[in-house]
């Protein structure tokens, strides 16, 4: 299918829908921008009815379930703080975090105001990253979830930052909704950003460069090459939306990145205006529980393993065996979700996936390399014939 066609399609069809806006749209100098958010509000209660608007129509058809993900706390504490004579710097973790407990009242308080003539309730989630990686609790939150769009309440989700510690962060928003599109069952992702969408180049290398209409295999982008730098306000940049598109992108999601804060942006796009950037899904969509196996936590460390053992993980779909390890890196513990890297010849790497190890980093040093029958020797009859088994790994993950 032609990408605009399955655009149309997707947007026509989409039910549940994640819209996640970065600080550098909802904020100028003086803090919240309450135009910037009373727009996107009114865009917001036209797509959830599937109603038009006036000069930009959203499209008929059945309603809409919409989540938000809002970033913009810490702006808005800063701002908030320097109202009442406060300056102060907001560096480090800790400073962040208590910018964030004065700014996310002020966050909440101004979304209530823009969408309170549109009739819609809102409701605050905050979430740290253990939330989504203890099973219980990630059940308790997908519930959570459908409970309030079943009210037909907005959910309105940050990073907890406030008790968040630095193992247990998103890092960014857009890492949040990514996981949040796994969680909730989305249809599409909406990343509204201070960018008129995805450049084809670095503009600070070519102020020349145009927004590619669409990305056909976020995969296969140089990221590092294409992207520049974050945002002066946020957290994130280009670089943290495509990675969030391509994680999306694996579960048969696409992304659409729009640029915030021109009028009724997302109205337009639902209308059928070439806007932004369309980020095309995955044509084999990974189950949900190796996304979330994949990215429940950062990796702790990296196994590196041989030419031979990376061809038969990638080709002939084999689990990684203790022969093929060469090299382990850091302190892990059985169970751990690890880098999976190829140790090229030239002492060169590259990163191949993620997976949950069966073995600490000390007992895999011992065995790196042997066949089974040494592995035993050393370790005796309680091992694991794989290190990581095929169904605990997810090749060309997103991290």
């Known amino acids: 299918m032609d990408w605009r066609e ?4 997707a947007l026509a069809h989409a039910r549940l829908v994640i819209i996640k806006i970065g600080s550098a749209v909802l904020t100028d100098p003086s803090g919240l921008c309450a135009a910037v958010l009373e727009n996107i509000a009114t865009q917001m209660a036209a797509l959830r009815g599937g109603l038009g608007m006036p000069d930009a129509p959203c499209g ?4 809409r379930r919409l989540i938000l993900v809002s ?3 810490v702006a808005a504490g800063r701002a908030t703080l320097a109202r009442h004579e406060r300056h102060f710097d907001v560096v480090g973790l800790a400073a962040r975090q208590a910018a964030a407990a004065v700014g996310q009242g002020q966050l909440m308080r101004a979304w209530d105001r823009a969408f309170a003539p549109h009739g819609l309730p809102t409701a605050q989630v905050l979430l740290t990253r253990d939330d989504l990686r203890a099973r219980q609790r990630f059940l308790n939150a997908r519930n959570t979830f459908a409970e309030l769009l079943q009210w037909d309440v907005l959910p309105i989700v940050n990073e907890n930052d406030t008790v968040s510690v630095a193992e247990l962060k998103f890092g960014d928003n857009d890492c949040l909704s990514s996981l ?23 503009p600070q290398e070519d102020p020349t460069v145009g927004v590619m209409p669409c990305v056909e295999n976020v995969g296969e982008l140089d990221l590092g090459k294409l992207c520049g730098g974050k945002t002066t306000v946020g957290t994130g940049g280009m670089y943290s939306k495509l990675t969030a598109a391509r994680r999306a992108a694996q579960l048969g999601v696409p992304t659409l990145i729009l640029p915030g804060r021109q009028p009724n ?8 205006e070439d806007v932004g950037t369309w980020v095309r899904p995955a044509e084999h969509a990974i189950s949900r529980r190796k996304f979330w196996l994949a990215y429940q936590s ?14 038969a993980l990638q080709n002939r779909g084999g689990s990684l065996l203790p022969g093929g390890v060469r090299q382990v890196e850091g302190n892990f513990q059985q169970g751990a979700l690890v880098r999976i890297a190829r140790l090229d010849a030239d002492g060169g790497s590259a990163t191949l996936g993620v997976g949950l190890s069966n073995y600490s980093a000390p007992d895999l040093r011992k065995i790196m390399g042997l066949k089974r029958i040494e592995v035993a020797a ?22």
């Open 180 to 202: 949040l599109v796994n969680l909730t069952g989305a249809d599409i992702f909406i990343n509204l950003t201070s960018a008129p969408g995805v450049l084809a180049g670095n």
């Open 6 to 9: 399955e655009k149309r399609a």
């Open 298 to 311: 950062d990796p702790t460390g990296t196994v590196f393993v041989d030419t031979g053992a990376a061809e």
């Open 71 to 73: 970033s913009a706390a």
């Open 265 to 272: 942006i997302m109205c337009r796009a639902f209308a059928g």
């Open 378 to 399: 050393i370790l005796g009859d309680a091992h694991y014939p794989e290190v990581i088994h095929r169904d605990n790994m997810l090749l060309e993950a997103a991290v």
């Open 60 to 63: 008929d058809g059945p309603a």
